[in-house]
């Protein structure tokens, strides 16, 4: 099969399916596959993929002031915010993100400031949060920030300050997983730093956290290939906002004994997942620049997508259940890359 059919298998299934999925977050629910619809319909110029997009968001509006939706990223109000304010920003809605967001700050509020430890992954713990106040907080005027700005400006230091407390309690946390993980703690936080410096905020502290991090970022070479991209790739977005010569070494030296064949052989054919699978490459090469032939390994992901054997189960298959389409370890989050193979290699 090719791209076109396998996108078509995909996106007439994440149709059908979206209006039965349960879950409201980015992840694995009702958000990500929103985002993921309203793309589509840009691409493609169809308006049935933004008007189910745009009923997904009616039922999210509501959902938002539901007191039952967990707080975190994953799955709940910080990804929620983040996917909205994703949307907001690259025109697909027309929205205040302080006047709809109000009550979904001061519930994430609250349970930030009275949580006595909060992990530091991506789903449930302070990156899902710092991402999401990093959203919040772009284009705003953080000088002479006030009121809710204010507020969430401070909140985002009090998430750096809890960073530098667990990477020093905690650094084997931020070892090497067995297996790829799009969701590896280190890289993810050394995104996040960067982020936060692009803000110009809290800079010393930032810096004492480098310097503690440089423990473990200078001496990991990873095992897998896919995670010496992904470190190299974190590496590099840290040094676009500070200079640091052993940590530039090191990026060389990941970069030279990175291999794109090693990393196309450790994905089983029919891993093609986003969180846990080679579609997950995907996003990591659209922020790298100096690693390797970006749309030579992009055009050969494409390839190894096409022809899994996971198409041909998919076709035949007996159950297909509405968790299935989810953007992290469902067909959306393949659909995604796929999506980004095209734009990158055609642009």
């Given at each position: 099969m090719t791209s076109l059919d396998n996108l078509h298998l995909i996106n007439n299934l994440v149709l059908q399916n979206a209006p039965l999925i349960k879950n409201s977050g980015l992840m694995?629910?009702?958000m990500g596959i929103s985002i993921y619809l309203f793309h589509l319909s840009r691409k493609m110029d169809e308006t049935i993929f933004r008007e189910q997009a745009e009923n997904l968001i009616d039922d999210l509006y509501k959902e938002v002031g539901n007191n039952s939706l967990p707080t975190d990223f994953g799955n709940g109000l910080a990804g929620i915010v983040w996917g909205i304010d994703h949307l907001i920003h690259n025109g697909f809605l027309d929205a205040d993100p302080d006047e709809i967001f109000a009550d979904a700050d001061d519930k994430i509020f609250q349970f930030?400031?009275?949580?006595?430890?909060i992990p530091l992954n991506l789903e449930g713990g302070l990156l899902g949060y710092g991402f999401y106040l990093l959203a919040r907080l772009?284009?705003?005027q953080l000088e002479n920030a006030d009121g809710r700005d204010y507020i969430l400006l401070r909140l985002l230091i009090d998430i750096i300050n809890k960073v530098y407390d667990f990477v020093e309690a905690k650094e084997n946390q931020l070892l090497e997983p067995l297996a790829f993980k799009i969701t590896w703690i280190l890289p993810l936080t050394l995104i996040f730093l960067a982020e936060v410096m692009h803000l110009k905020i809290h800079q010393q502290k930032i810096s004492r956290i480098l310097e503690r991090l440089s423990i473990i970022v200078l001496s990991l070479i990873p095992i897998r290939h896919s995670h010496r991209l992904y470190l190299a790739?974190?590496?590099e977005m840290v040094l676009k906002y500070q200079e640091l010569p052993q940590w530039r070494e090191h990026f060389i030296?990941?970069?030279?004994?990175?291999n794109p064949e090693i990393l196309l052989s450790e994905f089983p054919d029919k891993n093609l997942t986003l969180s846990e699978g080679i579609s997950g490459i995907c996003p990591i090469l659209i922020n790298s620049n100096n690693i390797c032939d970006k749309n030579e390994l992009l055009f050969k992901i494409g390839d190894k997508i096409d022809n899994s054997s996971f198409w041909n189960e998919l076709n035949n298959r007996e159950q297909f259940l509405p968790a299935h389409i989810s953007l992290s370890k469902g067909i959306a989050g393949i659909g995604l890359a796929l999506n980004i193979i095209s734009h990158e290699i055609s642009s």
């Open positions: 694995k629910g009702k930030i400031t009275n949580q006595n430890e772009k284009n705003k790739t974190s590496i030296l990941l970069k030279d004994n990175f």
